[in-house]
């Protein structure tokens, strides 16, 4: 089972959207909807941030938001703060076999 | 409060064998599947083994197949990953994690360091 595919890296000024895209395939994100996004600090565990594709767990703000077309999937961060500086990783279901697999990770910076 | 607490890393030799536990605390343990997440220095995420509520479906990633093992004690409220025939490349921090809804990985402990070098 191969990694997601995300952008190792993207930026954005404080107040801006920025959009990180999850590239899978029809076995894993093209064919289920659930796809999670986590947010990670350094040194920290990671954190739910989306889940199912587009819902959000209680306490997330509605800044973060997500969806999907075909095998991709993506996370929206709207209104960009510093404390968004993290790492953020996409992860889907795969099937019986293999539960889950998880993207490369992206690195967001606020400028 | 959800509280995860991993244990049983340390420093092994190639070919050696180490077992991670995982204590869980404040929820009903048997209600949740739960899962094995690692995290190789500076690396990223990488989903490694879960188990269902009742133990009764249980899968691993490709790279560890056949190597390690998960098992659960709900009377105990523990977790655990059996780590045979461990490989230089199954150095990571392991991650004890709540399957909640559906496909999410909603509570986290701090993790548990693994190091595999002779």
């Known amino acids: 089972q191969s990694a997601l595919t995300q952008p190792r890296s993207v930026s954005g000024s404080p107040g801006q959207s920025v959009t990180i895209s999850c590239t899978g395939t029809s076995s894993d994100v093209g064919g289920y909807n659930y796809v999670t996004w986590y947010q990670q600090h350094p040194g920290k565990p990671p954190k739910a941030l989306i889940y199912d594709v587009n819902e959000r767990p209680s306490g997330v703000p509605e800044r973060f938001s997500g969806s999907k077309s075909g095998n991709t999937a993506s996370l929206t961060i709207s209104g960009l703060q510093a404390e968004d500086e993290a790492d953020y990783y996409c992860?889907?279901?795969?099937?019986?076999?293999?539960?889950?697999?998880f993207g490369g990770g992206t690195k967001l910076t606020v400028l | 409060e959800v509280q995860l607490v991993e244990s049983g890393g340390g420093l092994v030799q190639p070919g050696r064998s180490l077992r991670l536990s995982c204590a869980a605390s404040?929820?009903?343990?048997?209600?949740?599947?739960m899962h094995w997440v690692r995290q190789a220095p500076g690396k990223g995420l990488e989903w490694v083994s879960g188990?269902?509520?009742?133990?009764?479906?249980?899968a691993y990633a490709d790279s560890v197949k056949g190597r390690f093992t998960i098992s659960r004690d709900n009377a105990k409220n523990s977790l655990h990953l059996q780590m045979n025939n461990l490989r230089v490349d199954d150095t990571a921090l392991y991650y004890c994690a709540r399957g909640g809804a559906d496909w999410m990985f909603d509570y986290w402990g701090q993790g548990t360091l693994v190091t595999v070098s002779s």
């Open positions: 404040g929820f009903t343990f048997d209600d949740y599947a």
């Open positions: 992860c889907s279901y795969a099937g019986t076999y293999t539960w889950g697999v």
């Open positions: 188990i269902s509520w009742n133990s009764g479906a249980i």
